[in-house]
């Protein structure tokens, strides 16, 4: 019992903790996702009442012409904190084993879309040592 306390105290010490999430969503919010710490599900709104959650896994999405608009790194004894927000042309298509996915849309079944991306991360960080 206290080789497993002894073992279990190491692994928390030395346990980093760490968050990233992605918020990605067009101009009028009629396609958005989260990945990361978050839902991970892709949303598309059919129409005023109605809309469509697909988990992340059962869609592919491309980024075309992706262009960084804002970076912001931090880093300080102990902490860490990275936010990236980009603008690019998406394309979504269903993945190779969940091709169905997208078979609610009229047409061809893949959507192209402009999307503003948020992108943050943050985690310990190690601490320079004193000379």
């Known amino acids: 019992m206290k080789l497993l306390i002894?073992?279990?105290?190491?692994l928390s010490m030395s346990a980093q903790a760490s968050y990233f999430a992605t918020h990605c969503s067009d101009s009028f919010g009629r396609v958005r996702w989260e990945t990361g710490h978050n839902t991970n599900q892709l949303i598309i709104k059919i129409d005023e009442t109605n809309s469509k959650k697909i988990?992340?896994?059962?869609?592919?999405?491309k980024f075309e012409k992706e262009m960084t608009i804002r970076e912001e790194n931090i880093r300080r004894c102990g902490f860490m904190s990275r936010t990236k927000v980009t603008v690019a042309k998406t394309i979504?298509?269903?993945s190779e084993e969940f091709p169905t996915a997208l078979d609610f849309l009229d047409g061809e079944k893949k959507i192209e879309v402009e999307v503003l991306c948020t992108n943050h991360m943050?985690?310990?960080?190690s601490c320079p040592e004193k000379e």
Not at 6 to 10: D, E, T
């Open 6 to 10: 002894l073992a279990l105290s190491l």
């Open 55 to 61: 988990d992340f896994h059962k869609v592919a999405i």
């Open 92 to 94: 979504i298509t269903p």
């Open 122 to 125: 943050n985690s310990r960080a």
